[in-house]
């Protein structure tokens, strides 16, 4: 599977940014797709995912409330709706795959780098 992130750029705290991962995969709709982002000096950490129907997702605590993903299996695109953003979302976001019956990410885009100013 090849992801293509994209929809990254600077932003004002308080503002919104929708990020946008393109898969190739035919069979997309068969795996829980993820983001995650990177800071500098960080480590990678987890942002939130989403199950192949939709119809489960989960956010890390820093992000709930003001992050939403989804997906739509017809553009083989899962999306990250990003309100109310502050200096500390800034990072390189990542989206993933993974099969189901797997607990790790078996593929990863490129990322997108998001920069909240204040």
């Known amino acids: 599977v090849q992801l293509q992130a994209s929809g990254g750029g600077l932003v004002q705290v308080g503002g919104s940014l929708r990020l946008s991962c393109a898969a190739s995969?035919?069979?997309?709709?068969?795996?829980?797709m993820g983001w995650f982002r990177q800071a500098p000096g960080k480590e990678r950490e987890f942002v939130a995912a989403?199950?192949?129907?939709?119809?489960?997702?989960n956010y890390a605590d820093s992000v709930k409330g003001r992050f939403t993903i989804s997906r739509d299996n017809a553009k083989n695109t899962v999306y990250l709706q990003m309100n109310s953003l502050k200096p500390e979302d800034t990072a390189v976001y990542y989206c993933?795959?993974?099969?189901?019956?797997?607990?790790?990410?078996?593929?990863w885009g490129q990322g997108t780098q998001v920069t909240v100013s204040s």
């Open positions: 993933a795959a993974r099969i189901a019956t797997n607990r790790d990410y078996n593929y």
């Open positions: 995969e035919r069979t997309f709709s068969s795996y829980v």
């Open positions: 989403i199950s192949w129907s939709g119809s489960i997702t």
